[in-house]
């Protein structure tokens, strides 16, 4: 194969290839486009057109197998007017505290303690541990901590080996706990992420910027405000991105751990467009919370990546 | 029905696809099995053509029959394949077609199974799919009848003469024109009937003095009252949302217990101007609210689950648990010769006994391919010895059928017997009630379960309780 053969092939071939140059000339954006559209194809099959299709089923009153009837907005009326539907969207705008806002505190912290202390085996042992929650199934992971959070669970016996009999309760079952509850699962399994991401982010920035920062001074948390929240402003911006859907659409952690109960406490729009679709049979209805779930999204995450991306890095 | 095995199927499942950060894709995903919304109207007009081709064929080939002398349908003596959909974790089903094809070998089974809230689900798509099943396991069936899905089973009725049957056993399976249930044409049969009351644990209801069951409400909050001064239990409850709010098994016989179980069942069959805010509901809620207050129930029970309820009893936690007799197998297991059974006691003594009591619903495709065999499995389920000694034996329940035919006794010493014998009760006194949570496809879900956690949680008072019931209900019918 790699004698002088080949020669003897380019040669007999050039004809046809300068023919095909030719016509590569003549229209390259069309060969490109033929390599993009059996993914294009794809994408418009199982996201446009479902897409498209949910906003239609919006405006309908449709059980999913009867005849449908055009409703008009009331369906969205009724997502901003029912008590029950509304509140799945506060709840979210709740979890994002959890699931966003403090991962992402708590990962920088984190991060930027790993990456000035140590960096060699303890660190990455450090960031393996940390990464873990990762890679165990949401679904798993929210039957377990159904378990470490049930009245007779591992977090109740902590807390009345150390005297505190007092706060032990079943804290999913708990109206006053239930969400914050729910919250500390998903930063459990969102803390990893977020400090591996940062920490990745943070081995970017130029040592010399450090070197100049402690030459005049500057402390650990100087050193994080000057040097590294800017060095990483677009790792901090994924990590906002990712997390905020993960607490908008949540659904499978809550869905596993308390069901949306107890009432309403843990109700988040994901599971109620579930219940709406599933078991209710209000497909429209479902549809229209859908759509509201998905601007609500555009609505956070797009001041999120002008702000990490505005002045270009 | 939720009455007969919800709770166990209200169990995790991994639902991944709803993962999906944008939930809309998933539901018009999901839904675009069907057809989109527009072409609906003309797809269901079709459909019911169809459905009355269907008919008018199934009419001609019951002439055909009757005129051929009585063959009454059957699985004939041709291979026949049944497409059936079972529930996961419910072997009764899977005895059964086990032992049908061993007495006719030309039937075989394709089986598929799922969780029950799953096969909830699904039922619309799979009924109206490409492959209707010739047998599947049911939830609430209003809105399938409704959207002509299922088969109308009256002719098979007459043909195997299951109208003579206690007309009680059919009644929550027919659905009339107006969509109510509890009358009209039939539309499923009961695999078995199954009874719900109070389970107790025979030591721990020594130790509290318990010589015999109790005879009155009053006598029953004695013993209540007797078990917390003790430092036990008293009841044993499960009221997370996966398993369903179970608080409302002994809401439900304190209703019976107060009121008349008429105007219960017209609530659960849909009957126009039906209501549960009624004075009577309203003072069983708020005795129901007095043991709630009274710390009869454990603190956690809005965590706590179905399996986990049972576990925790089978275990000595609790002295007593309202269930139903699908359990008796498993209590007998770990609580053998430990557990005893009583139906929910009336207000006064000798007064009249109820109990919720429901069909394990089983169901045939409109357009299924095999609706004969089916009917006649039915039929075999009810009738046949064998058939009949395996739904005691496995399913503890009553097997149903003919009045005149036994019921077979179970294992000495089963619990099965004391539920058996209490069924023959309830039914002398014709007290038999469906399910409050099965009224609507999700009161269950949206009315009963988190209201009775709110309950649990000091939030929600009686009325408040029985009014956002009411109000969930009427807005579910669109009343």
Redesign the interface.
């Known amino acids: 194969m790699m004698g002088s053969e080949p020669h003897a092939q380019v040669a007999r071939w050039r004809p046809m290839r300068r023919a095909l140059r030719a016509r590569r000339a003549r229209s390259p954006i069309l060969v490109g486009w033929l390599f993009v559209v059996p993914a294009l194809v794809m994408y418009a099959i ?2 446009l ?6 906003v ?2 919006s405006f ?1 009153d ?7 009837t055009w409703v008009g907005l009331s369906n969205y009326s009724r997502v901003f007017t029912d008590p029950d539907l509304l509140g799945t969207i506060f709840n979210s705008f709740k979890l994002l505290l959890f699931f966003s806002v403090i991962p992402v505190t708590l990962g920088l912290i984190t991060a930027s303690v790993i990456h000035r202390v140590t960096t060699g085996r303890f660190g990455s042992t450090a960031r393996a541990i940390i990464f873990l929650p990762q890679i165990i ?3 798993a992971a ?2 377990i901590w159904g378990w470490l ?3 007779p669970g591992l977090i109740n016996q902590l807390f009345k080996a150390v005297g505190l009999e007092s706060v032990t ?7 006053d706990t239930a969400l914050p509850s729910v919250g500390m699962i998903g930063i459990w399994v969102l803390l990893g992420f977020c400090t591996v991401l940062l920490q990745t982010g943070m081995a970017k920035i130029n040592t010399d910027l450090y070197e100049a920062a402690r030459l005049d001074g500057a402390g650990w948390f100087a050193e994080l405000r000057a040097v590294t929240i800017p060095g990483i402003r677009y790792e901090i911006g994924v990590c906002l991105t990712v997390t905020a ?2 607490a908008l ?1 949540a ?2 952690i809550v ?2 751990s ?7 406490a843990t109700a988040v ?2 599971i109620q ?3 709406e ?5 209000r ?2 209805l ?2 229209a919370l ?2 509201v ?2 601007l609500l ?1 555009l609505i956070v995450i797009l001041p999120i990546q002008r702000l990490s991306r505005g002045s270009d890095r | 029905m939720f009455i007969n095995s919800e709770p166990r199927a209200g169990r995790l499942r991994p639902h991944w696809l709803v993962l999906a950060l944008a939930a809309a894709m998933l539901i018009a995903g999901c839904a675009s099995a069907g057809e989109e919304a527009t072409t609906t109207t003309t797809e269901a007009a079709t459909t019911t053509t169809e459905a009355a081709t269907t008919t008018t064929g199934a009419a001609a080939s019951s002439t055909t029959t009757t005129t051929e002398a009585v063959a009454l349908p059957s699985c004939g003596t041709d291979d026949v394949v049944l497409n059936a959909y079972f529930e996961t974790g419910f072997i009764l089903p899977f005895d059964l077609s086990d032992e049908f094809t061993k007495q006719y070998p030309n039937v075989t089974w394709d089986v598929k199974q799922d969780q029950f809230t799953n096969l909830m689900n699904a039922t619309p798509r799979l009924l109206s799919g490409d492959n209707p099943p010739d047998l599947i396991r049911l939830p609430t069936m209003v809105s399938l009848v409704q959207d002509n899905l299922l088969k109308n089973l009256d002719e098979y009725a007459a043909a195997f003469g299951w109208d003579q049957w206690p007309p009680a056993q059919l009644s929550q399976n027919r659905v009339a024109a107006d969509g109510t249930r509890g009358a009209g044409s039939l539309y499923a049969m009961g695999l078995n009937y199954s009874l719900t009351g109070v389970f107790y644990n025979k030591e721990l209801a020594a130790q509290i003095g318990m010589t015999e069951p109790p005879k009155t409400v009053a006598e029953f909050d004695a013993l209540l009252a007797e078990a917390k001064a003790q430092g036990l239990l008293p009841m044993m409850v499960w009221n997370a949302t996966a398993s369903g709010g179970g608080l409302a098994f002994p809401l439900q016989q304190l209703m019976a217990a107060y009121g008349p179980t008429g105007p219960i069942n017209d609530w659960i069959f849909q009957q126009p101007d039906a209501t549960i805010d009624t004075a009577t509901n309203l003072q069983a809620t708020e005795h129901l609210q007095g043991w709630v207050d009274s710390g009869y129930f454990p603190e956690d029970a809005n965590a706590i689950q179905y399996t986990d309820a049972n576990a925790r009893f089978r275990g000595g936690e609790g002295v007593f648990i309202f269930n139903g007799d699908w359990e008796n197998a498993t209590y007998d297991g770990e609580m053998s010769g430990n557990v005893g059974f009583f139906v929910f006691p009336p207000l006064e003594e000798g007064g009249s006994l109820a109990a919720m009591s429901a069909p394990l619903t089983f169901g045939i495709a409109a357009d299924a391919p095999n609706a004969d065999c089916a009917a006649f499995f039915f039929n075999w389920v009810a009738t046949n010895e064998t058939a009949r000694e395996i739904n005691v034996a496995i399913g503890g329940s009553n097997p149903g059928g003919p009045a005149d035919l036994a019921i077979p006794t179970a294992a000495e010493g089963s619990v099965t017997n004391e539920t058996l014998a209490a069924g023959g009760e309830v039914a002398q006194d014709n007290g038999q009630m469906d399910f409050i949570a099965n009224a609507t496809g999700s009161i269950f879900a949206a009315g009963w379960t988190p209201g009775l956690q709110e309950m649990v949680g000091g939030r929600q008072d009686a009325a408040g309780l029985l009014q956002a019931v009411q109000a969930e209900y009427e807005d579910e019918l669109g009343r």
């Open positions: 199982f996201v057109q479902p897409l498209a299709l949910t239609q089923y309908y449709w059980d999913g197998v009867g005849p449908a199934p949401l679904v929210g039957i959070l049930s009245l309760r079943a804290w999913l079952g708990d109206f859907i993960a659409a659904f499978d869905y596993v308390t069901g949306g109960g107890p009432g309403h729009p994901g467009i579930y219940i679709a599933f078991l209710q049979r497909v429209g479902a549809s859908a759509i779930l998905v999204v």
